[in-house]
Each structure stands twice: as structure tokens, then as C-alpha cells.
């Protein structure tokens, strides 16, 4: 068990900056899960924690000691690769032995460490196949078992269930946790994957363009995304954005054209106070929204909710079961709603939209968050408001 | 539908058994004129079974010469020359494949020239050299400018190139040291790839007549094909069933080669990609 720590790393390769200026603690025992789109350097962060890519510039420490110039074979760590690399010349147990080998740990420990793991991972029966002759997921498994049986102090994984069909991939995610639990051990794993982050990490840290966008737990950056580009990035379909304006007095507020149907509550237009005579944008998650059909609208309860609204028509519906996906154009622009009533709306029908105060995200010009009291989806362990 | 099915298979393999006979009739007429005696070999029409199977014809061609020496030194040669390729071929394939490195390219586009000169260009300075070094008369001549091979160099930098570079990483998160990456993890991937080579180059020297014949004025380092040779010109008259005798003696030990290790011969040339 150790902790990870970044202090203002840099990479650049061949005059493009990869990463710029990464600082980041990853706490002992932590599931840390970096997630971004493709190119955000995500997995060149976690090839310079475990000394695969040389850093241009920063310090990288693991539990206590700087391991900038220390031997990939010797930071104590194992990895989990996309494609598993496992040795294909090799049977399933001489792989997970390779490393002990290499480690000078006597055959007779090796023998018992090998049999334990493959007992946990449930590969005990495959120990003399070749990697070529295994599904998927036992090679997989194989990867964990190599990486396990080290006991490194830090396990790092690289999108390892990007191979994997969609229901074994819910099956090893969690495992995955399961695992993270009985090891405690730091994990540090990069996926491209929302879902993966948010059902997995105890601390998310979302990247792009070779910057940290927000380390947080998992409901904050659901709840309290710092800025644009986190706020639209995790959920699905994403939040929905909006270009507002801010007249000089700071009380009313437009989007687009269109001033909104109800004033914003007091603590917010405080918070919004700075922003007076300036254009902001509005964020809501879909499945924050409420609608009703236009008929029912002046019956609805959820009109004398908390918040403005805007008329409707449905453009398209996707229903996936236990919940609906709407598209609907307003005079706002085109707005997404994720409803889970069991009563469809049609396609072409007339309906209001209403977006709870609550629930709104501020986000300046330049695309960070406005701090405000913050609601909370959920009533977890997350911290107080920004 | 079915009888032009029928006829195709035919046509396949008939074209297949002619293809065959060309390559097979040489050896054949070699291994039955190797049995005939001297006068049947020169009988027209000829036959094809000869009237009395001589074996003695071995015995002869064997004791013709010191025939032991030559076949102690074709193999011995030949080898020592693919261990030698093979110890500088595998690190330099390596580097190539693997690392970069300033003037590498530089370097390749030579190794690539050198795939490209015949012996025949070379001989006369490395002979010259040989000469002032005072090593004619040693097997130093006949091994040591083929220490190391250009086209294995480039077969093997094409295998290693091929093993992706994760299995590598994993490797070194093993703790594996680069020797031990390339011996106990590439190589055997590379495996097929290292058997073609072998192959090839034990064959090439097996037979090679051209450098050994320049190289080499003394019966105590002579290879098999100048033992060979030398049987065709000892006496005014040709004995060409002895000839053929010493050829099937010259041959054997290939062509037994090629049955052991045939399979891996065809997978070695399907071979495109480590999975």
C-alpha cells in the first residue's frame, strides 16, 4: 500500500505538450479512476507513474519516495494492460511466475503464491494452458493473477475491460471492487468510460487536453462539475448547456432572447452578482428536468415547483425501458429530458419543461463553475457546497 | 456441378505431380545413377532400374578421399556459422527493431547493402586480408566473414518488430532485464522465424562450393562439396556414378533436415503475424 504523488509533471513529445503541469495526491488505499476522452493523457499519466514513459519535466513519488529515476521493475507496482500482454510462449502459470522469478523468490514460495492466486482468481484448472487457448476473460483473469501475485503496492490498470463483452465487463467491474476491497490496495485505473469512473472510483480525476479538469469524488464532479467541459462530460446523454445573458442590474435573466419565466431565487442572483451585464451559461442535467404535456400543465404539480419552464414538442423519443429519453425543441434550443415515468409522451406532442432552481449549474464565460449553494443528488458522504 | 468439381481436382493434381517430378526427377537420376555401375551409366537408351544395385559406389566415393575430415568440417562450419549469426544477429535485430537511435537508419540502409553483394565481389580482399593475417590455413577464413548474416539481421528485425510493444512493458514491470526480455520473451516468439533462418543458412553453407574453394588450399579444412568436386577430376575418365554417389552422401543429411523439420518450414513462410 503506498500513496501516488504528482507534483507539477510535464511531458511533451516532439514539441506538443502531452501533459501540462499535472499535480495530483492519490491517498493509500484509494480506487483513483482517470477518465477523459481519448488524447486527454490519461494513459500517458499512469505510463509515467509506472516509469514506462520518461516525464519531461515534475516529480513523481510513490509512498514516501521519488521514483523518478527508479526502474519500472522496480517501483513496486504491477499493471494491467488494454490488450493483457500476456507472454504468449508462456503457460498460464509460468506467466504469473515470471515476476517472482525475476524477483529471486524461491521456487517452493512461488509454487504456494501461484496456487493461492489461482485459486482466488479461479484459474486453477488452466495453469499449464497457453494464453491463446483461453477466453477473453480468463485471460484477463490470468493478467490480474500476474499482477496480484507480486503484492505491489500500487496497481495500476489501463482501460483493462475495454476487451470485453458488454456482460462480462459488468461481471469484472465488480469484481474489480470486490478485489479493490479485499487487497486494499492503491488502485489507479484509466478508462475512457463514464460509467466505469463513476461506478468504480472513490476518486475520479477527469482530463482533458492534457490538464486535470476536476479530482473529486465521484458525486461531486456529478453534482459540483468545476467547469464546462466536466459538466457535459460525465452523464448520458450530457447536461444540457445553455448561453444566457445577465442584464446590468443582475436580476433578469435571458437565454437566448428569452427572458425566463420565472426570477432566479435571491442566493442565487447573489452568486451570480459578479456576473452582472455578462453572458453565462446555464446548465441541467436531463434527468433533472421535468415534463408534462401542455394540457396538463396547468393541473401539474411540478409547476408550482421551484423553478422556470418553457414550451415544447417532442422531436424524437428513445425508450429504453426503465427510463425515456427525450429531445425536444423549444425556444431555448434543443433540450434533452431523461424521464423515468412509466406514462410515455408522444413524439410531436406539445409539452412544458420545467427546470428546478435546484438544479441549475452556473458556468462563466470562460467555462468555470460559479460557486453557489450546491443540492445534492444524493445524500451521500460528499462534502458541503462551493 | 459435380463432375467439373471432379475434373478440377484432377487437373490440380496432376499439375501438382508434374510440378513435383520436375523437382523430384533430378534427385531421383542422382540416387539411381549413385547405384549403377560404370557401364550401365553410359548404355543407350537408358535404363532406369540399374541391373545390379552396387552400394559398394559409396564405399568408394567415401574412401576416395579423407571424407571423414570434409564432413567433420562441413559441419563444424557450418555450424559455428549459424551460432555466430545467430549471437550477433539476435542483438542487432533487436536494437533495430526495438530502439532509437541516432544514425539507426543509417545503419539498416547498410546492413540492407550488405544483403545485396555477392561473395563473389568480396572475396578477393578478405582473401588478401586472411593472407597478412597469417589465418589461411585455419577455419578462421571459411567462418569468420560470415560471423555475421545481413538477411538474418533483417528476418529477425521484421519478427521482432512484430511482438507488441505492451508484452515488452509487462516485461520490464516483471523486472526483466533487456537480455532476458530478448531471450526468454521475443526469441521464442520468434521462434518459426529463427528455424527459416537456421535452415537457410546451414543449407547455404553446406553446400557452398565458391568460398570454400578460395579460401582453403589444404585437405585438412576442405568441405564436403570440394571433396566432392575432387572426385570428378582425379582421374583422366569420369566416374559418374561415384560423382553421384558422393552427391547422395552430400545431400542426406539435408534432405533428412527437411523431413524432420518440414512443418515448421511451412509455418515459418505462412507465419505473418505473432498472436
Same mark, same amino acid.
Given at each position: 500500500?503506498?500513496?501516488?504523488?504528482?507534483?507539477?509533471?510535464?511531458?511533451?513529445?516532439?514539441?506538443?505538450?502531452?501533459?501540462?503541469?499535472?499535480?495530483?495526491?492519490?491517498?493509500?488505499?484509494?480506487?483513483?479512476?482517470?477518465?477523459?476522452?481519448?488524447?486527454?493523457?490519461?494513459?500517458?499519466?499512469?505510463?509515467?507513474?509506472?516509469?514506462?514513459?520518461?516525464?519531461?519535466?515534475?516529480?513523481?513519488?510513490?509512498?514516501?519516495?521519488?521514483?523518478?529515476?527508479?526502474?519500472?521493475?522496480?517501483?513496486?507496482?504491477?499493471?494491467?494492460?488494454?490488450?493483457?500482454?500476456?507472454?504468449?510462449?508462456?503457460?498460464?502459470?509460468?506467466?504469473?511466475?515470471?515476476?517472482?522469478?525475476?524477483?529471486?523468490?524461491?521456487?517452493?514460495?512461488?509454487?504456494?503464491?501461484?496456487?493461492?492466486?489461482?485459486?482466488?482468481?479461479?484459474?486453477?484448472?488452466?495453469?499449464?494452458?497457453?494464453?491463446?487457448?483461453?477466453?477473453?476473460?480468463?485471460?484477463?483473469?490470468?493478467?490480474?493473477?500476474?499482477?496480484?501475485?507480486?503484492?505491489?503496492?500500487?496497481?495500476?490498470?489501463?482501460?483493462?475491460?475495454?476487451?470485453?463483452?458488454?456482460?462480462?465487463?459488468?461481471?469484472?467491474?465488480?469484481?474489480?471492487?470486490?478485489?479493490?476491497?479485499?487487497?486494499?490496495?492503491?488502485?489507479?485505473?484509466?478508462?475512457?468510460?463514464?460509467?466505469?469512473?463513476?461506478?468504480?472510483?472513490?476518486?475520479?480525476?477527469?482530463?482533458?487536453?492534457?490538464?486535470?479538469?476536476?479530482?473529486?469524488?465521484?458525486?461531486?464532479?456529478?453534482?459540483?462539475?468545476?467547469?464546462?467541459?466536466?459538466?457535459?462530460?460525465?452523464?448520458?446523454?450530457?447536461?444540457?448547456?445553455?448561453?444566457?445573458?445577465?442584464?446590468?442590474?443582475?436580476?433578469?435573466?435571458?437565454?437566448?432572447?428569452?427572458?425566463?419565466?420565472?426570477?432566479?431565487?435571491?442566493?442565487?442572483?447573489?452568486?451570480?452578482?459578479?456576473?452582472?451585464?455578462?453572458?453565462?451559461?446555464?446548465?441541467?442535467?436531463?434527468?433533472?428536468?421535468?415534463?408534462?404535456?401542455?394540457?396538463?400543465?396547468?393541473?401539474?404539480?411540478?409547476?408550482?415547483?421551484?423553478?422556470?419552464?418553457?414550451?415544447?414538442?417532442?422531436?424524437?423519443?428513445?425508450?429504453?425501458?426503465?427510463?425515456?429519453?427525450?429531445?425536444?425543441?423549444?425556444?431555448?434550443?434543443?433540450?434533452?429530458?431523461?424521464?423515468?415515468?412509466?406514462?410515455?409522451?408522444?413524439?410531436?406532442?406539445?409539452?412544458?419543461?420545467?427546470?428546478?432552481?435546484?438544479?441549475?449549474?452556473?458556468?462563466?464565460?470562460?467555462?468555470?463553475?460559479?460557486?453557489?449553494?450546491?443540492?445534492?443528488?444524493?445524500?451521500?458522504?460528499?462534502?458541503?457546497?462551493? | 456441378?459435380?463432375?467439373?468439381?471432379?475434373?478440377?481436382?484432377?487437373?490440380?493434381?496432376? #499439375? *501438382?505431380? !508434374?510440378?513435383?517430378?520436375?523437382? +523430384? /526427377? &533430378?534427385?531421383? =537420376?542422382?540416387?539411381?545413377? #549413385? *547405384?549403377? !555401375?560404370?557401364?550401365?551409366?553410359? +548404355? /543407350? &537408351?537408358?535404363? =532406369?532400374?540399374?541391373?545390379?544395385? *552396387?552400394?559398394?559406389?559409396?564405399?568408394?566415393?567415401?574412401?576416395?578421399?579423407?571424407?571423414?575430415?570434409?564432413?567433420?568440417?562441413?559441419?563444424?562450419?557450418?555450424?559455428?556459422?549459424?551460432?555466430?549469426?545467430?549471437?550477433?544477429?539476435?542483438?542487432?535485430?533487436?536494437?533495430?527493431?526495438?530502439?532509437?537511435?541516432?544514425?539507426?537508419?543509417?545503419?539498416?540502409?547498410?546492413?540492407?547493402?550488405?544483403?545485396?553483394?555477392?561473395?563473389?565481389?568480396?572475396?578477393?580482399?578478405?582473401?588478401?586480408?586472411?593472407?597478412?593475417?597469417?589465418?589461411?590455413?585455419?577455419?578462421?577464413?571459411?567462418?569468420?566473414?560470415?560471423?555475421?548474416?545481413?538477411?538474418?539481421?533483417?528476418?529477425?528485425?521484421?519478427?521482432?518488430?512484430?511482438?507488441?510493444?505492451?508484452?515488452?512493458?509487462?516485461?520490464?514491470?516483471?523486472?526483466?532485464?533487456?537480455?532476458?526480455?530478448?531471450?526468454?520473451?521475443?526469441?521464442?516468439?520468434?521462434?518459426?522465424?529463427?528455424?527459416?533462418?537456421?535452415?537457410?543458412?546451414?543449407?547455404?553453407?553446406?553446400?557452398?562450393?565458391?568460398?570454400?574453394?578460395?579460401?582453403?588450399?589444404?585437405?585438412?579444412?576442405?568441405?564436403?562439396?570440394?571433396?566432392?568436386?575432387?572426385?570428378?577430376?582425379?582421374?583422366?575418365?569420369?566416374?559418374?556414378?561415384?560423382?553421384?554417389?558422393?552427391?547422395?552422401?552430400?545431400?542426406?543429411?539435408?534432405?533428412?533436415?527437411?523431413?524432420?523439420?518440414?512443418?515448421?518450414?511451412?509455418?515459418?513462410?505462412?507465419?505473418?503475424?505473432?498472436?
Amino acid at each position: 500500500m503506498a500513496s501516488v504523488t504528482l507534483k507539477h509533471v510535464t511531458k511533451t513529445f516532439e514539441k506538443q505538450t502531452v501533459l501540462d503541469d499535472i499535480c495530483l495526491d492519490i491517498t493509500e488505499g484509494s480506487f483513483t479512476v482517470l477518465v477523459g476522452p481519448s488524447g486527454c493523457g490519461k494513459s500517458t499519466t499512469l505510463r509515467i507513474i509506472a516509469g514506462l514513459e520518461k516525464e519531461t519535466d515534475g516529480e513523481i513519488w510513490i509512498g514516501g519516495q521519488q521514483v523518478n529515476n527508479t526502474a519500472p521493475g522496480d517501483r513496486d507496482i504491477a499493471m494491467v494492460f488494454q490488450s493483457y500482454a500476456l507472454y504468449p510462449t508462456m503457460s498460464v502459470y509460468e506467466n504469473i511466475e515470471f515476476g517472482l522469478k525475476n524477483r529471486n523468490v524461491p521456487r517452493a514460495e512461488r509454487k504456494k503464491l501461484i496456487d493461492e492466486i489461482a485459486e482466488v482468481t479461479g484459474l486453477a484448472d488452466y495453469l499449464k494452458r497457453k494464453p491463446a487457448t483461453l477466453s477473453g476473460g480468463q485471460r484477463q483473469r490470468v493478467a490480474l493473477a500476474r499482477a496480484m501475485v507480486k503484492k505491489p503496492k500500487v496497481f495500476l490498470m489501463d482501460e483493462p475491460l475495454s476487451n470485453l463483452d458488454a456482460k462480462l465487463r459488468n461481471q469484472m467491474r465488480q469484481e474489480l471492487i470486490m478485489l479493490h476491497k479485499e487487497l486494499g490496495t492503491t488502485f489507479i485505473y484509466v478508462t475512457h468510460d463514464q460509467v466505469e469512473a463513476m461506478s468504480m472510483g472513490d476518486q475520479i480525476v477527469l482530463m482533458n487536453g492534457g490538464r486535470i479538469q476536476q479530482a473529486a469524488q465521484p458525486l461531486v464532479v456529478y453534482d459540483q462539475p468545476s467547469n464546462l467541459f466536466t459538466a457535459q462530460f460525465m452523464g448520458t446523454p450530457p447536461m444540457n448547456m445553455f448561453e444566457a445573458m445577465i442584464d446590468a442590474s443582475g436580476k433578469e435573466v435571458k437565454i437566448g432572447n428569452h427572458p425566463i419565466t420565472k426570477p432566479l431565487p435571491a442566493n442565487h442572483l447573489a452568486a451570480l452578482h459578479s456576473q452582472r451585464g455578462q453572458r453565462i451559461h446555464i446548465g441541467i442535467r436531463p434527468e433533472k428536468l421535468q415534463m408534462v404535456s401542455h394540457e396538463q400543465a396547468p393541473l401539474s404539480l411540478v409547476s408550482k415547483s421551484d423553478g422556470f419552464d418553457i414550451t415544447g414538442i417532442i422531436d424524437t423519443r428513445e425508450a429504453l425501458g426503465s427510463e425515456t429519453i427525450y429531445s425536444v425543441s423549444t425556444l431555448y434550443g434543443r433540450v434533452m429530458v431523461k424521464s423515468y415515468q412509466e406514462e410515455l409522451l408522444r413524439v410531436g406532442e406539445s409539452v412544458v419543461v420545467y427546470f428546478p432552481y435546484v438544479h441549475c449549474h452556473y458556468f462563466a464565460q470562460n467555462g468555470e463553475r460559479i460557486a453557489r449553494d450546491a443540492f445534492f443528488s444524493t445524500r451521500a458522504d460528499v462534502s458541503g457546497g462551493v | 456441378m459435380s463432375a467439373v468439381r471432379w475434373f478440377r481436382k484432377g487437373a490440380e493434381i496432376l #499439375a *501438382l505431380a !508434374g510440378i513435383a517430378l520436375m523437382f +523430384v /526427377f &533430378p534427385f531421383l =537420376w542422382m540416387t539411381l545413377t #549413385a *547405384l549403377k !555401375g560404370m557401364d550401365e551409366v553410359h +548404355v /543407350f &537408351p537408358p535404363t =532406369w532400374i540399374p541391373e545390379q544395385i *552396387l552400394w559398394e559406389n559409396f564405399a568408394q566415393a567415401w574412401g576416395s578421399g579423407p571424407f571423414l575430415t570434409y564432413f567433420f568440417n562441413s559441419i563444424f562450419v557450418a555450424v559455428a556459422i549459424l551460432v555466430l549469426q545467430i549471437v550477433t544477429g539476435v542483438p542487432a535485430a533487436y536494437a533495430f527493431a526495438r530502439y532509437r537511435f541516432r544514425g539507426s537508419k543509417v545503419l539498416f540502409a547498410l546492413t540492407l547493402i550488405a544483403l545485396m553483394i555477392p561473395p563473389q565481389l568480396t572475396f578477393l580482399p578478405v582473401f588478401i586480408q586472411m593472407s597478412e593475417w597469417d589465418l589461411l590455413n585455419t577455419y578462421l577464413p571459411l567462418i569468420l566473414p560470415y560471423a555475421a548474416s545481413a538477411f538474418g539481421i533483417f528476418l529477425l528485425r521484421q519478427a521482432f518488430m512484430q511482438v507488441p510493444e505492451e508484452l515488452i512493458e509487462a516485461a520490464r514491470l516483471d523486472k526483466a532485464s533487456e537480455w532476458q526480455i530478448i531471450w526468454t520473451i521475443m526469441l521464442p516468439m520468434a521462434k518459426p522465424v529463427l528455424i527459416t533462418f537456421g535452415l537457410f543458412s546451414f543449407i547455404y553453407h553446406w553446400n557452398d562450393y565458391f568460398w570454400p574453394l578460395v579460401m582453403t588450399n589444404n585437405d585438412a579444412f576442405r568441405t564436403l562439396p570440394l571433396g566432392i568436386a575432387m572426385l570428378k577430376s582425379s582421374e583422366g575418365s569420369i566416374y559418374w556414378n561415384i560423382v553421384m554417389a558422393g552427391n547422395v552422401i552430400l545431400v542426406l543429411p539435408i534432405l533428412l533436415m527437411f523431413f524432420m523439420a518440414q512443418r515448421q518450414i511451412i509455418r515459418a513462410f505462412v507465419y505473418s503475424g505473432v498472436k
